[in-house]
């Protein structure tokens, strides 16, 4: 069974990616700087399927054979630089954006780089980063009753880990892969994502993105 560790994955938004894996065969492990409040996250989630959750440290987390980084995005970089040796040569999957609330709004912040990926790109040189999971609920995500059914638009530099990553989202129940392309594209998506929260925010929804067309 494939492992995947989620880097701050006790927020909402890595414990929706967990479930999900975890409905799809994954084995996940929920990785904190907090040890015993990751493995009561996992204790509280709510799965189907032959997967599992754990719960354990950033340090386990990254231990596993592909790495997904769900942590606040001004801890993002700090956590990755810690781990970078045990992310070498690995597929890491960066779900973060850079944002920051405003009255009802949500509104993007602009990286030096351009984006939290770049961002985490420029700190693991010697890891492959793979953009995904941005634009979607977290409380319908970890829902598995709901009836979500959002596409996860994908983007990379290197075309292998793009199309690893598609096939493991297209597993996941919900959800299909759409690859966007390169990283050129991260800026975009990452800051579309201050729209997708804002539009929720005021219309008390949990709309997300759904490509028309494919």
Known sequence: MATVGILGGTGPAGRGVAARLASAGYAVVLGSRDADRAKSTARGLTLRGEGTVDGGTNEEAAACNLVVVATPWDSAIATVSALRQMLKGKIVISMVNALTREGREMVAL?????????????????????????????????????????????????????????????????????????????????????????????????????????
């Open 110 to 214: 602009y990286p030096s780089r351009g984006s939290m990926s770049a961002q985490i790109a420029h700190a693991l040189p010697e890891s492959v980063v793979v953009g995904a999971f941005h634009h979607l609920p977290a409380a319908q995500m970890e829902d598995l009753d709901s009836s979500l059914d959002a596409d996860v638009l994908i983007f990379s530099d290197d075309d292998d880990a793009r199309r690893q990553v598609a096939d493991m989202v297209d597993h996941m129940p919900g959800l299909r892969a759409v690859i966007a392309g390169s990283m050129s594209l991260a800026s975009p998506i990452e800051a579309f994502t201050a729209v997708c929260i804002s539009i929720n925010i005021r219309h008390k929804a949990h709309s997300y993105v759904k490509m028309a067309g494919l």
